[in-house]
Structure formats: structure tokens, C-alpha cells
């Protein structure tokens, strides 16, 4: 049976953790960040951007409004407050036949959270 990678991504996010990832990402996964021009292609750097995200992200405030789904995509709009900044934006993500993320976008605003996130995932990324 293949697995449903939007409800495995919202199980990570739930429990703020990194573990299953590599049960989730194919292996030419592409993450595309809001603040880096060329998209990130491979398990591995998507892999650290996503966990990196994670901790960022992983606030109480974090939580999904609305979700569009079809049959290997979908896009996720979620608000936090991070830094006393609102910050919404969206995941769009898509999957292959197996259940395997193959394509991970996040989209941003306002801009003064685009910054904030620069900066945070930065210091995160650069730490791992």
C-alpha cells in the first residue's frame, strides 16, 4: 500500500521531528526555499532544509488553515507568529506513484517574515 505523504508530513510536523523524513523524500527530491534563487535537488539537502524548517517552524503558534489536494499534489496554507511577526505562507508539495515527496516549495509573506526566516534558517542550516 502506498502511503500518503500529506498525512505523514503532517504527522512530522505534529510531533516537530525530523524522523521519517528519509521514509518520505524520494531520492531526487527538489526543495525550493523562499529565500534561495536555485531550487535545492536531492534527498539529502532537502532532507536538511525540511528538518531545519522543522525547528524553525515548530512553534505552538504553527498551524495549517486550508489544504487543496489532487492526486500527487498539494498546497498547505499555514499561519505562525514567529518573533512577534505573522507569518503566513504555503507548502506545496508533490508526490510520485510510490507516496515519495518529489518537489517541496515554500512560499512567504509578508516580507519582513521572509527576512526572519533568512536569518533563522541560516543560523539553523549552518549549525547542522
Not at 498547505?76 to 517541496?104: K, S
Amino acid at each position: 500500500m502506498t502511503q500518503d505523504p500529506i498525512a505523514a508530513w503532517h504527522d512530522l510536523v505534529e510531533r516537530r521531528s525530523a524522523d521519517g523524513l528519509d521514509a518520505l523524500l524520494a531520492d531526487g527530491a527538489v526543495f525550493h526555499s523562499p529565500v534561495v534563487h536555485t531550487p535545492q535537488v536531492g534527498k539529502a539537502v532537502t532532507k536538511a532544509y525540511l528538518s531545519a524548517a522543522l525547528r524553525v517552524f515548530g512553534t505552538d503558534s504553527f498551524h495549517y488553515v486550508r489544504e487543496l489536494r489532487s492526486d500527487h499534489d498539494a498546497v498547505l496554507e499555514f499561519e505562525l507568529i514567529l518573533d512577534g511577526i505573522h507569518i503566513n505562507g504555503v507548502d506545496m508539495i508533490q508526490w510520485n506513484e510510490a507516496g515519495l515527496i518529489t518537489d517541496f516549495k515554500v512560499m512567504l509573506r509578508p516580507l519582513k517574515a521572509v527576512n526572519l526566516i533568512h536569518e533563522k534558517m541560516a543560523a539553523m542550516l549552518q549549525s547542522r
